[in-house]
């Protein structure tokens, strides 16, 4: 049972890439999320999905995109990679109340 | 909306002492309340959490956090810190059934021999 799973674990990116970060979880779950943490910022949701072919913004959304086509997989696009977008980036998968996150991926952008 | 304070960006403790990590948060409903622990380059990993059965919750690790209602408060503590407890410490709040959690900025704990 691998729970999330997040790739790349690294990535550094040129101004103006584009990319995807892959999320994939093995539970079944309807609800997830994608967060990105800064350091004193905590965890902020950028986009959530409470079940395939639903996604929903959260607090901070710019520069991201999402879909949800399956139960499993929940993608997170940067259309134009931006050094604002520096950060580590967790998903999350929940049932009921209990959130499971990913290892993270961190993301560097020159 | 809801919000969440952690008192302290960072924290040091003796090993063998009590932790004592603040939580204050503002929901306009009662709210599920969560601490998670993330070791260092590792994601979040959930302690405990209220979910409006006992106000004393008690987690993994020999956690504990009490839900204080008219103080709006959910500290956690431990009663005595090992060198295994250096981590950073998050709050979290959501609305009850929504999923969406809402993060404090987080607390390091330092835990010295």
């Known amino acids: 049972n691998a729970g999330v799973t997040q790739t790349p674990k690294f990535q550094v990116l040129k101004t103006g890439q584009s990319m995807t970060l892959q999320c994939a979880q093995d539970m079944n779950h309807e609800y997830m999320s994608w967060y990105r943490q800064d350091p004193g910022m905590g965890l902020r949701l950028i986009h959530y999905s409470v079940g395939a072919g639903i996604t929903d913004q959260g607090e901070v959304p710019n520069g991201y995109n999402v879909s949800r086509s399956t139960t499993e997989d929940f993608p997170l696009r940067l259309l134009s990679a931006a050094p604002s977008q520096t950060s580590v980036y967790f998903c999350a998968s929940s049932y009921r109340d209990e959130a499971f996150f990913g290892q993270g991926t961190r993301l560097t952008v020159v | 909306a809801q919000s969440v304070t952690q008192l302290g960006s960072h924290v040091s403790v003796s090993e063998g002492a009590l932790v004592l990590l603040r939580c204050n948060y503002s929901s306009s409903v009662p709210p599920y309340l969560f601490w998670y622990v993330q070791y260092p380059n590792q994601g979040l990993q959930l302690l405990l959490k209220?979910?409006?059965?006992?106000?004393l919750v008690k987690g993994i690790n020999g956690f504990e956090a009490e839900f204080k209602k008219s103080e709006t408060s959910f500290h956690l503590t431990k009663p005595s810190a090992h060198m295994s407890d250096a981590a950073e410490y998050f709050c979290a709040v959501s609305d009850p059934g929504w999923g969406k959690l809402q993060f404090g900025a987080g607390t390091q704990v330092v835990v010295t021999p």
């Open positions: 209220y979910t409006s059965a006992a106000t």
